[in-house]
């Protein structure tokens, strides 16, 4: 069975820091791409960051760029979003997703975790 497990979601302050960890199983995960993805109330899901199964060249969406940063470790199957200088924009539930390539439309999901970032 393949599973996705978004952890490390939670309230901070405008400035403040947070990392998300995504534990996968039942899948070969060296050989996927996984990527982060959030969903604010009321509007569409955002394709976040992205990193191939070698982190090579990851990709990350424009409002993100210098203060997110992608990585993962493939012995413990787990991908993480660092995330930095937080602002109120930044809340919505956050997924992890995977594929054999980063696409919008991933194969695999987790269940999400909130990130909530207060003014």
């Known amino acids: 069975e393949v599973q996705l497990v978004e952890s490390g979601g939670g309230l901070v302050q405008a400035g403040g820091s947070l990392t998300l960890s995504c534990v996968t199983s039942?899948?070969?995960?060296?050989?996927?791409?996984v990527g982060w993805f959030r969903q604010a109330p009321d509007k569409a899901r955002e394709g976040v960051s992205c990193?191939?199964?070698?982190?090579?060249?990851?990709y990350y969406a424009d409002s993100v760029k210098g203060r997110f940063t992608i990585s993962r470790d493939n012995a413990k199957k787990t991908a993480y979003l660092i995330m930095n200088s937080l602002q109120p924009e930044d809340t919505a539930v956050y997924y992890c997703a995977a594929d054999t390539f980063c696409t919008p439309a991933m194969t695999y999901w987790g269940v999400g975790t909130q990130v909530t970032v207060s003014s």
């Open positions: 039942g899948f070969t995960f060296d050989g996927h791409a």
């Open positions: 990193i191939s199964p070698t982190a090579i060249g990851p």
